[in-house]
T-cell receptor, first 113, second 112 residues
């Protein structure tokens, strides 16, 4: 399977804990995007990378959130001191370049107890 | 955050019927995309549209990029059970702005 891969698929944690998600984009895609989706809503943009450079961050991305793509391949999204409101599906997408459509992974579903 | 207006919110149809849904925005978009999402999975790309007025087909699916650049339409002909799911429109507003803005979704249910 050469699609976008996300790990873990599900994460349950207690409020206040830190969590980290990983995304492996489609090979040779230099763009990598993170979105958040809550129940009954469409995905909302969080941030994106061109290779290892983080080019845009949404206002939704509070100081507790940090994303990295150190070698321009896989990316990690970390949430520190998780809160109830962080419960959501975190989706990763990648594209070959800015003119090509984004392809999504199956997401990481985060549940905060 | 901003979401595009998608209608209808939900549809209940019989197998074999045709389906139409649309997406509107108060601002101009330069790219429109349609995705389908099944429970517990990520959105899957159906059709991408890049030019105002463009009409593109993918099997039984046909989508159009509105000439005002503020809307898009998706039609599904002769629906089958595997068409069940949530359909999202998504747009990119400006060249150089790569983030997708998604619609609120249309849930399609097929009545046996």
């Amino acid at each position: 399977d050469t699609g976008v891969s996300q790990d873990p698929r599900h994460k349950i944690t207690k409020r206040g804990q830190n969590v980290t998600f990983r995304c492996d984009p489609i090979s040779e895609h230099n763009r990598l995007y993170w979105y958040r989706q809550t129940l009954g809503q469409g995905p909302e943009f969080l941030t994106y990378f061109q290779n290892e450079a983080q080019l845009e961050k949404s206002r939704l991305l509070s100081d507790r959130f940090s994303a990295e793509r150190p070698k321009g391949s896989f990316s990690t999204l970390e949430i520190q001191r998780t809160e109830q409101g962080d419960s959501a599906m975190y989706l990763c997408a990648s594209s070959f370049d800015s003119h090509q459509p984004q392809h999504f992974g199956d997401g990481t579903r985060l549940s905060i107890l | 955050g901003q979401q595009l207006n998608q209608s209808p919110q939900s549809m209940f149809i019989q197998e074999g019927e045709d389906v139409s849904m649309n997406c509107t925005s108060s601002s101009i978009f330069n790219t429109w995309l349609w995705y389908k999402q099944d429970p517990g999975e990520g959105p899957v790309l159906l059709i991408a549209l890049y030019k105002a007025g463009e009409l593109t087909s993918n099997g039984r699916l046909t989508a159009q990029f509105g000439i005002t650049r503020k809307d898009s339409f998706l039609n599904i002909s002769a629906s089958i059970p595997s068409d069940v799911g949530i359909y999202f429109c998504a747009g990119i507003s400006n060249f150089g702005n790569e983030k997708l803005t998604f619609g609120t979704g249309t849930r399609l249910t097929i009545i046996p």
